[in-house]
């Protein structure tokens, strides 16, 4: 059977996955993501209302035009988890394809959400719900499987293509957690029998997010500690405290707010994407908040909810808000500037539960965020987290269980490429024989 992978996008960037398989007459679309920063550049852009080719001229959406180059029929598109990166075009781009959009219930509801507010398009792929450990016939010899993975996102997983020739393991993206606090651990047993049975492992797409970095991403209980060790040593405090995190970071928010009850303050979740991620989450039953904690998402809710905080006390509450990576109009960034009814007064709390993303455009913000909450006289506590991302330890316990044929680095750009091409070197592969370093819209013929 041919097998062959077109390498569409997020190989030249961290942002807009898109990966093919083509196993005979049968195609399979792993991951249809945005780069946002090449949205946030320009301002003032509202992506649902532009057209594909617009967003793939500003580099925002993968150039899946190289498709019609693969002879086979698309017929799943399958998302891996539901950050931006991976699920953000496929309000762009799935109506393109006949076929059902296949992923886990928090991913296909994060889906649904996006199609919902899409304005140009009318995307009515079918949404398909696969949990981990569930398997999809695709065509007649090929078989789809998804292996539970833990990542800074609840409910990830890697897909596995089962095909005649042996597995194409789609690795993006993970770290290797064994204590995660909401979910199973990664599931390693199943990883080493895919390496061991049948025809073994054909092909390994990798995630090298962090293979320059040495030894182990830590695990979210580590982080969870961090925030504990924190929280309990401000415990006494009698003012304001205010938290930012992810807000698509499901775990860890649901540490802020177990934290924020051990400290005797209300949680209260404020910001459009708290309550978007936090609220799917609690529906769908992966957390379960105690009654009373409030989540806001409109302008005028977020604002009666700052001034009855400020009227029963600051020193009861913990506002748990949007804005860790210093975004202009984030409601952490609105406080430092004095938008809200929120008064900071001297020696009041911040807690970013988060790291800034190496990268211009969010270090500059996030600097002028975390001035101007200074300017008030806030205290910040920051880097409280741990990457969601493989480093060397883990990439290099993922060959050994896997023994892929082929790996193909992925979601990175060419420089981030190169500590992982060095590692996979010294595991024997050999670059332009069985390491595939390539860029956007590429092919790779693995078997013809
Ligand atoms: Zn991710």
Redesign the pocket.
């Known amino acids: 059977m041919e097998i062959e992978i077109a390498t569409i996008g997020g190989y030249e960037e961290v942002g807009r996955q898109m990966t093919a398989v083509r196993a005979g007459d049968d195609v399979v679309v792993f991951d249809m993501g945005l780069n946002l920063s090449q949205v946030l550049i320009h301002d003032n852009v509202e992506t649902e209302q532009m057209h594909s080719l617009d967003l793939i001229d500003m580099g925002a959406i993968p150039d899946d035009r190289v498709m019609s180059d693969l002879e086979g029929d698309v017929k799943a598109i399958v998302p891996t ?1 539901g ?1 931006l ?2 699920i953000g075009a496929i309000s762009k781009l799935a109506h393109r394809y006949d076929a059902p959009i296949v992923a886990t219930p928090f991913t296909i509801e994060l889906v649904r959400q996006q199609i919902e507010g899409e304005n140009k398009f009318n995307v009515n792929n079918d949404l398909v719900k696969m949990s981990a450990g569930e398997t999809m016939s695709i065509g007649e010899r090929v078989e789809l499987e998804f292996v539970n993975v833990t ?3 609840i409910d990830a997983i890697n897909p596995v293509l089962h095909t005649p020739e042996g597995a194409i393991v789609y690795g993006l ?1 993970k770290r290797m957690d064994h204590t995660p606090v909401i979910g199973d651990p990664i599931d390693m047993k199943r990883f080493r029998e895919i390496g061991r049975e049948g025809e073994g492992v054909l092909a390994y797409i990798e995630d090298c997010t962090n293979a320059g970095r040495k030894g182990r991403t830590p695990s979210e209980a580590v982080a969870r500690r961090h925030l504990r060790d924190v929280m309990t040593s401000i415990e006494d405090y009698d003012g304001g405290i205010v938290a930012t995190t992810f807000s698509s970071h499901i775990a860890r928010v649901t540490s802020l707010v177990e934290f924020a009850k051990d400290i005797g303050r209300q949680p209260v979740l404020l910001g459009r994407s708290m309550e978007k991620y936090s609220g799917t989450a609690e529906r769908l039953g992966f957390v379960d908040f105690p009654d009373d904690v409030g989540m806001y998402g409109h302008r005028k809710s977020v604002d009666r909810t700052f001034k009855r905080i400020m009227n029963e006390g600051k020193e009861n509450f913990l506002p748990i808000v949007t804005g860790h990576q210093g975004e202009p109009r984030a409601m952490l960034t609105r406080m430092g500037r004095g938008e809200t009814p929120f008064e900071l007064d001297d020696g009041d709390k911040v807690i970013f539960s988060a790291r800034v993303i190496p990268e211009p455009t969010n270090e500059g913000q996030r600097y002028q965020s975390e001035k101007l909450l200074k300017m008030q006289g806030a205290r910040i506590y920051d880097d409280i987290h741990v990457s ?1 991302h493989l480093r060397e330890e883990g990439h290099y316990t993922m060959l050994q269980a896997l023994q892929p044929k082929h790996v193909v680095p992925a979601h990175q750009n060419l420089k981030g490429f190169s500590p992982y091409v060095d590692l996979a070197e010294n595991q024997g592969y050999a670059l332009g024989r069985d390491l595939h370093v390539t860029r956007n819209g590429n092919m790779i013929q693995l078997v013809d």
Do not use: A, K, L, R
Request: aromatic fraction near 0%; hydrophobic fraction near 10%.
């Open positions: 988890h950050h990166d991976h990542h800074s996102i993206d969601g």
